[in-house]
């Protein structure tokens, strides 16, 4: 709501606690819940097209629109969260019957295994050494060498 509202800034993400434990499962999990935020704010466009206005009239009222390849198409752009299970019971039992935060935590523990941090371009390092020997010389710290 408040998102809908105006505010553009979601805090404490993987925060428990009041901010005292980080969990990175529930970082994974309000990721995700960000991600979805974003795609609600973006608003649902309405026109005739969206609301499938030559469907209807081509179909007729009360006929089968599931099958239409217009509902498939729509029916594509909704958000599609990755962790989320939308699954029935049964299937979700069938499947492991895993919660939210295990999912979540295994997709924290799968990013921090195969997650490659691009190295900063020269300019950059360059820039931030810059600040560093700035700041520096301003407190009058004794100069170290750089360790990139």
């Not at 434990?21 to 005739?48: H, W």
């Amino acid at each position: 709501m408040t998102a809908l509202a105006g505010a553009n800034l979601i805090y404490g993400l993987g925060m428990l606690e009041m901010g005292v434990t980080f969990d990175f499962g529930q970082l994974v999990m309000d990721s995700e819940f960000a991600k979805m935020i974003k795609y609600c704010v973006q608003g649902i466009p309405v026109n005739d097209e969206t609301l499938s206005l030559g469907v209807i009239k081509e179909i007729g009222h009360f006929k089968d629109f599931v099958s239409h390849e217009s509902t498939f198409k729509y029916m594509k752009s909704i958000s599609h969260p990755k962790l989320i299970d939308r699954r029935n019971r049964e299937n979700w039992k069938e499947c492991g019957s895993t919660s939210l935060h295990e999912r979540s935590l295994d997709e924290a523990r799968r990013i921090l295994s195969e997650h490659k941090v691009p190295p900063l371009s020269d300019d950059v390092q360059s820039a931030i050494r810059a600040i560093v020997e700035e700041t520096e010389d301003r407190l009058g710290v004794k100069r170290s060498t750089p360790q990139f």
